[in-house]
């Protein structure tokens, strides 16, 4: 979808907390063409992290949003 929004010069743009992202979904998210990505680090300890994303992985998150830089 973005990949055909962009073909319509319509800007796109969307956010992630990185939790997801691993080398195949990083090269597809820059390939689509998309303008903007936001991403979001809700905290910047394990300890506050998981206060907001139960469960969620700081250090995952780091290298996913690693994998853009």
Do not use: F, P, W
Request: proline share 0%; net charge negative.
């Amino acid at each position: 979808m973005v990949a055909y929004a962009g073909s319509k010069n319509i800007y796109t743009a969307t956010s992630t907390n990185a939790h997801y992202l691993n080398d195949e979904n990083a090269r597809k998210t820059i390939e689509s063409g998309l303008d903007r990505l936001i991403i979001s680090l809700d905290g910047t300890s394990q300890e506050v992290y998981s206060q907001y994303r139960i469960g969620g992985d700081l250090e995952k998150v780091l290298a996913g949003a690693a994998q853009y830089c």
